[in-house]
């Protein structure tokens, strides 16, 4: 990989996780029900995500969709269903809790890919898990709903529906994949309008949904698929460590969030075993491209 492209994709990269930092808060800071929230959240993504594809394929971007076929479908579903249980979670439990348990979110895919693809999962993968699992467990068990919350629940599920996608995304990836993010809030939208789900939302709301749907996620999505396609994956996921760590930081310092001690000690443990975890992996890269004898070059 060239040093100039290196650099644009850590800077890219760097900045779509400085983007996405607020995102937590941000539902926090919305007064409306968590459906709400999530109804405009998913409505405005998806309008934003159209808008971007349509100047970018024009009249080709039916055709684009129908080359996803039924993996489309499900990525698209999959992705909905996920920005509504993002929701619905930082609602229901802390901001350290969520963002933690969406860290697993790699683990989870290494897994899907053995299941349904057949790829065997790496050694540094299996030995991680453990650990990450037990610093989760650590960080969010001392709430007064305990370790199986509905805000916890809430948040494995969606660690556990953000994973699959990755692994789609990872098996077509000859494929363009961010249609079925606009397709998926324009779904999740539709489906809680069909339900009864209220729209009204205050003019404080307001301003701050669609600063949240129509910018900060847009930008942060758009900077980190620009920038991952330019960086290892091992190093990205390094670069996105950065999000679970001052999420709830900044959740603590707008929203007055605690951040307790049990949370503080689970989470340094997944931080560490996480960025242990790309360190070896991007050694491994190297190894490998070096035994190879061809200079470095992109992993997604």
């Known amino acids: 990989m060239a040093a100039s492209e290196h650099r644009r994709g850590l800077l890219l990269t760097s900045l779509g996780v400085v983007a996405i930092i607020p995102d937590a808060t941000f539902v926090r800071l919305v007064d409306a029900s968590s459906m709400t929230n999530a109804m ?44 509504i249980l993002f929701v619905v979670a930082v609602d229901r439990a802390p901001v350290s809790n969520v963002v933690l348990i969406l860290a697993l979110s790699p683990f989870w895919a290494a897994l899907w890919t053995k299941v349904f693809v057949g790829v065997t999962v790496a050694r540094r993968t299996l030995i991680s898990m453990p650990f990450a699992l037990i610093g989760v467990a650590i960080a969010v068990g001392g709430t007064s709903e305990g370790l199986l919350s509905d805000g916890n629940l809430f948040a494995l599920c969606c660690s556990l529906g953000f994973s699959a996608n990755l692994t789609i995304i990872r098996v077509n990836k000859h494929l363009d994949m961010v249609p079925t993010a606009a397709c998926g809030g324009f779904l999740g939208c539709i489906t809680l309008a069909i339900v009864g789900t209220d729209a009204a939302l205050s003019g404080k709301d307001f301003v701050l949904m669609l600063l949240l749907g129509l910018i900060i996620l847009p930008v942060a999505m758009a900077l980190v698929t620009l920038g991952g396609r330019l960086l290892p994956s091992p190093e990205t996921a390094l670069l996105l460590l950065g999000e679970t760590a001052l999420s709830p930081v900044f959740a603590a310092w707008v929203v007055g969030e605690d951040i307790s001690l049990r949370a503080v000690i689970g989470g340094s443990m997944v931080l560490g075993v996480l960025v242990v975890h790309a360190g070896v992996g991007l050694k491994e890269l190297s190894a490998d491209e070096r035994s190879a004898g061809s200079p470095p070059r992109s992993v997604t």
């Open 40 to 83: 405009w959240r998913t409505g405005l993504l998806g309008i934003a995500l159209g808008i971007f594809l349509t100047v970018r394929y024009r009249r080709g971007l039916w055709g684009v969709l129908m080359t996803l076929g039924r993996w489309g479908i499900v990525a698209s579903v999959l992705s909905g269903s996920g920005t």
